[in-house]
Protein backbone atom coordinates (compact mmCIF):
# COMPACT_ATOMS: atom_id res chain seq x y z
CA UNK A 1 0.00 0.00 0.00
CA UNK A 2 1.63 3.11 -1.47
CA UNK A 3 -0.37 5.51 0.46
CA UNK A 4 -2.65 6.12 3.40
CA UNK A 5 -4.39 9.27 4.79
CA UNK A 6 -4.85 10.03 7.91
CA UNK A 7 -7.04 12.78 9.87
CA UNK A 8 -3.96 14.90 10.30
CA UNK A 9 -1.03 12.89 8.96
CA UNK A 10 -0.12 11.48 5.24
CA UNK A 11 1.75 8.34 5.22
CA UNK A 12 4.10 6.17 2.71
CA UNK A 13 5.88 3.93 1.48
CA UNK A 14 6.99 3.67 -2.20
CA UNK A 15 9.61 6.72 -3.33
CA UNK A 16 7.38 7.71 -6.16
CA UNK A 17 4.29 8.45 -4.30
CA UNK A 18 6.10 10.47 -1.48
CA UNK A 19 8.06 12.19 -4.15
CA UNK A 20 4.41 13.19 -5.97
CA UNK A 21 2.98 14.64 -2.74
CA UNK A 22 5.95 16.69 -2.16
CA UNK A 23 5.69 18.37 -5.94
CA UNK A 24 2.50 19.19 -5.42
CA UNK A 25 2.74 20.50 -2.26
CA UNK A 26 3.36 24.55 -1.54
CA UNK A 27 5.84 25.77 0.66
CA UNK A 28 9.35 24.67 2.74
CA UNK A 29 10.10 21.42 3.38
CA UNK A 30 11.32 20.57 6.56
CA UNK A 31 12.92 16.62 7.01
CA UNK A 32 13.87 14.58 10.11
CA UNK A 33 15.13 11.16 9.44
CA UNK A 34 14.63 8.87 11.83
CA UNK A 35 15.60 5.14 12.52
CA UNK A 36 11.83 4.49 14.27
CA UNK A 37 11.24 3.41 18.14
CA UNK A 38 10.75 7.06 18.42
CA UNK A 39 11.35 9.24 21.92
CA UNK A 40 10.48 12.28 23.20
CA UNK A 41 14.43 13.66 21.51
CA UNK A 42 12.50 12.65 17.98
CA UNK A 43 9.11 14.48 18.90
CA UNK A 44 11.53 17.87 19.65
CA UNK A 45 13.31 17.27 16.24
CA UNK A 46 10.00 17.30 14.69
CA UNK A 47 9.03 20.69 16.50
CA UNK A 48 12.08 22.13 15.98
CA UNK A 49 11.54 21.19 11.57
CA UNK A 50 8.06 22.66 11.95
CA UNK A 51 9.66 26.00 13.11
CA UNK A 52 11.34 25.98 10.50
CA UNK A 53 9.23 24.72 7.52
CA UNK A 54 5.89 24.63 6.44
CA UNK A 55 5.68 20.77 5.48
CA UNK A 56 7.61 18.18 8.15
CA UNK A 57 8.44 14.84 6.33
CA UNK A 58 9.78 12.53 8.59
CA UNK A 59 11.53 8.92 7.49
CA UNK A 60 11.31 5.78 9.49
CA UNK A 61 13.50 2.89 7.97
CA UNK A 62 16.27 0.80 9.94
CA UNK A 63 19.06 1.48 7.56
CA UNK A 64 21.24 -2.16 7.24
CA UNK A 65 24.51 -0.67 5.96
CA UNK A 66 25.50 1.64 8.74
CA UNK A 67 25.31 -1.46 11.43
CA UNK A 68 28.32 -3.35 11.81
CA UNK A 69 26.87 -6.12 14.16
CA UNK A 70 24.10 -8.51 11.91
CA UNK A 71 22.82 -9.04 15.48
CA UNK A 72 22.64 -5.25 16.59
CA UNK A 73 20.51 -4.94 13.36
CA UNK A 74 18.14 -7.66 13.99
CA UNK A 75 17.53 -6.91 17.52
CA UNK A 76 16.81 -3.12 16.96
CA UNK A 77 13.69 -1.59 18.25
CA UNK A 78 10.55 -1.17 16.20
CA UNK A 79 7.24 -0.10 16.50
CA UNK A 80 5.51 1.08 13.53
CA UNK A 81 2.12 1.68 15.36
CA UNK A 82 3.63 3.61 18.06
CA UNK A 83 6.07 5.81 15.93
CA UNK A 84 2.72 6.73 13.93
CA UNK A 85 0.42 7.58 16.46
CA UNK A 86 3.38 9.95 18.44
CA UNK A 87 4.07 11.56 14.78
CA UNK A 88 0.54 11.96 14.55
CA UNK A 89 0.34 13.92 18.06
CA UNK A 90 3.37 15.56 17.84
CA UNK A 91 2.04 17.17 14.46
CA UNK A 92 4.00 15.45 11.79
CA UNK A 93 2.84 16.33 8.10
CA UNK A 94 3.99 13.46 6.36
CA UNK A 95 5.51 10.12 7.36
CA UNK A 96 7.63 7.59 5.54
CA UNK A 97 8.70 4.50 5.55
CA UNK A 98 11.14 3.84 2.62
CA UNK A 99 11.23 0.23 1.40
CA UNK A 100 14.80 -1.68 1.06
CA UNK A 101 13.91 -2.04 -2.86
CA UNK A 102 13.76 2.20 -3.24
CA UNK A 103 16.59 2.43 -1.12
CA UNK A 104 19.12 -0.18 -3.05
CA UNK A 105 17.78 -1.35 -5.88
CA UNK A 106 21.12 -2.17 -6.50
CA UNK A 107 21.89 -4.63 -3.77
CA UNK A 108 22.28 -3.73 -0.20
CA UNK A 109 26.14 -1.87 -0.25
CA UNK A 110 27.26 1.77 0.74
CA UNK A 111 28.65 4.29 -1.94
CA UNK A 112 31.87 5.25 -1.08
CA UNK A 113 32.55 8.91 0.47
CA UNK A 114 35.82 10.81 0.98
CA UNK A 115 35.10 11.68 4.76
CA UNK A 116 38.46 12.36 5.80
CA UNK A 117 39.63 12.63 9.49
CA UNK A 118 35.85 11.60 10.10
CA UNK A 119 36.47 8.22 9.17
CA UNK A 120 39.17 7.93 11.44
CA UNK A 121 38.51 9.28 14.52
CA UNK A 122 35.91 7.68 17.76
CA UNK A 123 33.22 5.85 16.14
CA UNK A 124 34.92 5.92 12.85
CA UNK A 125 37.88 4.17 14.48
CA UNK A 126 35.46 1.81 16.28
CA UNK A 127 32.35 0.72 13.61
CA UNK A 128 34.53 0.54 10.20
CA UNK A 129 31.94 1.03 7.26
CA UNK A 130 29.67 2.77 9.38
CA UNK A 131 29.71 6.42 8.14
CA UNK A 132 29.41 5.26 4.61
CA UNK A 133 26.15 3.63 5.25
CA UNK A 134 24.85 6.78 7.13
CA UNK A 135 26.38 9.03 4.12
CA UNK A 136 25.01 6.76 1.76
CA UNK A 137 21.49 6.83 3.27
CA UNK A 138 20.91 10.47 4.06
CA UNK A 139 22.07 11.14 0.48
CA UNK A 140 19.38 9.08 -0.84
CA UNK A 141 16.85 9.99 1.44
CA UNK A 142 17.93 13.89 0.61
CA UNK A 143 17.47 12.83 -2.91
CA UNK A 144 13.73 11.76 -2.83
CA UNK A 145 12.42 14.42 -0.28
CA UNK A 146 14.51 17.48 -1.62
CA UNK A 147 14.22 19.47 1.75
CA UNK A 148 14.94 22.31 2.87
CA UNK A 149 15.68 22.22 6.00
CA UNK A 150 16.81 18.91 8.07
CA UNK A 151 17.20 18.13 11.80
CA UNK A 152 19.54 16.07 13.69
CA UNK A 153 20.03 15.77 17.23
CA UNK A 154 23.44 16.68 18.97
CA UNK A 155 23.81 13.09 20.29
CA UNK A 156 24.99 12.09 17.29
CA UNK A 157 27.64 15.27 17.11
CA UNK A 158 29.93 13.19 14.59
CA UNK A 159 27.20 11.73 12.20
CA UNK A 160 25.88 15.21 12.11
CA UNK A 161 29.68 16.06 10.50
CA UNK A 162 29.63 13.21 8.37
CA UNK A 163 26.36 14.50 6.82
CA UNK A 164 27.29 18.03 6.65
CA UNK A 165 30.38 16.59 4.70
CA UNK A 166 28.49 14.49 2.42
CA UNK A 167 25.64 17.35 2.07
CA UNK A 168 28.94 19.49 0.45
CA UNK A 169 30.56 16.62 -1.53
CA UNK A 170 26.59 15.84 -3.31
CA UNK A 171 25.79 19.46 -3.40
CA UNK A 172 22.58 19.09 -1.51
CA UNK A 173 20.90 22.64 -0.85
CA UNK A 174 18.84 21.29 2.37
CA UNK A 175 20.51 23.65 5.60
CA UNK A 176 21.27 21.01 8.64
CA UNK A 177 20.60 22.54 11.53
CA UNK A 178 20.81 20.45 15.10
CA UNK A 179 18.92 20.41 18.18
CA UNK A 180 20.29 19.99 21.93
CA UNK A 181 20.19 16.57 23.40
CA UNK A 182 17.28 15.85 24.90
CA UNK A 183 17.87 13.58 28.69
CA UNK A 184 16.09 11.47 31.12
CA UNK A 185 15.61 13.13 34.73
CA UNK A 186 18.74 11.29 35.49
CA UNK A 187 20.85 12.75 32.77
CA UNK A 188 21.18 9.24 30.48
CA UNK A 189 20.56 10.86 26.74
CA UNK A 190 17.25 9.58 25.22
CA UNK A 191 18.26 6.68 22.36
CA UNK A 192 15.99 4.05 21.34
CA UNK A 193 18.72 1.53 21.98
CA UNK A 194 17.63 2.59 26.04
CA UNK A 195 14.55 0.18 25.44
CA UNK A 196 17.14 -2.70 25.11
CA UNK A 197 18.68 -1.76 28.36
CA UNK A 198 18.06 -4.71 31.17
CA UNK A 199 17.28 -3.13 34.57
CA UNK A 200 20.47 -3.01 36.28
CA UNK A 201 22.45 -1.29 33.47
CA UNK A 202 19.62 1.22 32.95
CA UNK A 203 20.52 2.21 36.79
CA UNK A 204 23.87 2.46 35.87
CA UNK A 205 24.22 4.27 32.88
CA UNK A 206 23.28 8.17 33.68
CA UNK A 207 27.10 7.90 35.39
CA UNK A 208 28.31 8.84 31.24
CA UNK A 209 26.85 12.15 31.70
CA UNK A 210 28.05 12.45 35.29
CA UNK A 211 31.39 11.79 34.06
CA UNK A 212 31.21 14.27 31.30
CA UNK A 213 29.93 16.66 33.07
CA UNK A 214 32.90 16.51 35.93
CA UNK A 215 35.58 16.59 33.31
CA UNK A 216 34.52 20.07 32.67
CA UNK A 217 34.49 20.80 36.54
CA UNK A 218 37.64 19.17 36.46
CA UNK A 219 39.34 22.09 33.64
CA UNK A 220 40.74 23.92 36.05
CA UNK A 221 42.11 21.26 38.57
CA UNK A 222 43.56 18.40 35.29
CA UNK A 223 44.70 18.29 31.46
CA UNK A 224 42.31 16.52 29.34
CA UNK A 225 44.09 13.45 28.99
CA UNK A 226 43.69 13.56 33.19
CA UNK A 227 40.12 14.25 32.78
CA UNK A 228 39.66 11.58 30.31
CA UNK A 229 41.48 8.95 32.67
CA UNK A 230 38.71 10.00 35.31
CA UNK A 231 35.83 9.47 33.53
CA UNK A 232 36.93 6.31 32.15
CA UNK A 233 37.46 5.46 35.68
CA UNK A 234 34.24 7.04 36.91
CA UNK A 235 31.91 4.78 34.11
CA UNK A 236 34.23 1.35 34.76
CA UNK A 237 33.48 1.87 38.47
CA UNK A 238 29.64 1.62 37.47
CA UNK A 239 29.85 -1.65 35.55
CA UNK A 240 29.80 -0.26 32.44
CA UNK A 241 32.81 -0.99 29.74
CA UNK A 242 33.75 1.93 28.06
CA UNK A 243 35.17 1.45 24.93
CA UNK A 244 36.53 5.60 24.69
CA UNK A 245 36.60 8.44 25.92
CA UNK A 246 37.90 11.24 23.67
CA UNK A 247 38.24 15.09 24.04
CA UNK A 248 38.65 16.96 20.91
CA UNK A 249 37.96 19.96 19.25
CA UNK A 250 34.56 21.08 18.33
CA UNK A 251 35.08 22.21 15.05
CA UNK A 252 38.03 19.64 13.56
CA UNK A 253 36.98 16.65 16.14
CA UNK A 254 40.60 16.08 16.04
CA UNK A 255 41.87 15.50 20.01
CA UNK A 256 43.62 18.27 22.38
CA UNK A 257 46.27 17.86 24.79
CA UNK A 258 46.24 21.55 26.26
CA UNK A 259 42.58 23.14 26.81
CA UNK A 260 43.88 26.05 25.14
CA UNK A 261 43.91 24.21 22.20
CA UNK A 262 40.06 24.21 21.18
CA UNK A 263 37.69 27.60 21.76
CA UNK A 264 34.91 24.82 22.24
CA UNK A 265 36.14 21.29 23.58
CA UNK A 266 33.67 18.32 23.35
CA UNK A 267 33.74 15.14 25.54
CA UNK A 268 32.28 12.07 23.54
CA UNK A 269 32.27 8.80 25.04
CA UNK A 270 30.93 5.15 23.74
CA UNK A 271 30.32 2.55 26.16
CA UNK A 272 28.99 -0.63 26.58
CA UNK A 273 25.99 -1.53 29.13
CA UNK A 274 25.73 -5.22 29.36
CA UNK A 275 25.25 -5.80 25.42
CA UNK A 276 24.00 -2.31 24.90
CA UNK A 277 26.58 0.13 23.25
CA UNK A 278 25.55 3.60 24.32
CA UNK A 279 27.07 7.17 22.75
CA UNK A 280 26.95 10.41 24.23
CA UNK A 281 28.93 13.86 24.25
CA UNK A 282 29.01 17.22 25.86
CA UNK A 283 30.51 20.53 25.33
CA UNK A 284 32.95 21.58 28.10
CA UNK A 285 32.34 24.73 28.89
Same mark, same amino acid.
Given at each position: ????S?? /???I? %?????L?? /??E???G???F??????????????V???K????????S???????? #??????? #?????????????E????D????????????D???? @???????? @?N?????????H?Q?????? &???????????A??GE? &???Q????? %??? @?L?SH?????T?????????????S????????? %?? +?????????????E????M???????A??????S???????V @????????????K???SEE?R??V +??????????? #???? #?
Open positions: MPYVSR /FMHF %RAVESSQ /FLESERVGVPTMGALHQGHLELKEASKSDIVVVVYVNPTQF #NNPDDLK #NYPRDEEGDRSKLSAGCVLWFPQESDMYPGVHS @EQFDLGIL @EVMEGSFRPGYGVATIV &DRLFSAVRPDVIFK &DFQVAVIR %RMA @EKPTEIFASTIREKDGLAMSRNLLLEPNY %RE +ASPVIYKAMKRAGDRENSPDHAKAAIREIQSGLDVEY @EIVDSSTLSSIVWDEPIF +AAYAGKVRLID #NLKL #N
